[in-house]
């Protein structure tokens, strides 16, 4: 199993940026792949990037392409969202989500999660 915390969030002022951090304990982390969803007051929980266990793929919303950059660090057990160019309709409770299976846009596909980090743009 694999535990996982989220940091980082905050607020921040529309064009400007922030960098999540999930770290894991547990084993073998870098065997998971990795993931990052949102969830806006109101809203359904959203996918936004995902990162193999290499960290070779990467996959991402189209809302967020271009703007955010997915990495990982194994020898940490830590993975990065760094979110630039942040808009208002960025702001939700962002989600670290691990993973034996190769990386899904599905969030019941993804074992472990943990418990969130807000982030609020402000216009």
């Known amino acids: 199993q694999v535990q996982l915390v989220e940091s980082g969030g905050g607020l921040v002022q529309a064009g400007g940026s922030l960098r999540l951090s999930c770290a894991a304990s547990g084993r073998s982390f870098s065997s998971y792949s990795l993931a990052w969803f949102r969830q806006a007051p109101g809203k359904e929980r959203e996918f936004v990037v995902a990162?193999?266990?290499?960290?070779?793929?990467?996959d991402y919303a189209d809302s967020v392409k271009g703007r955010f950059t997915i990495s990982r660090d194994n020898a940490k057990n830590t993975v990065y969202l760094q979110m630039n160019k942040l808009k208002p309709e960025d702001a939700a409770v962002y989600y670290c989500?691990?993973?034996?299976?190769?990386?899904?846009?599905?969030?019941?596909?993804?074992?472990?999660r943990g418990q969130g980090t807000q982030v609020t743009v402000s216009s």
């Open positions: 989500a691990a993973s034996l299976r190769s990386p899904r846009t599905e969030w019941d596909e993804y074992a472990y």
């Open positions: 990162i193999s266990w290499t960290g070779v793929r990467t």
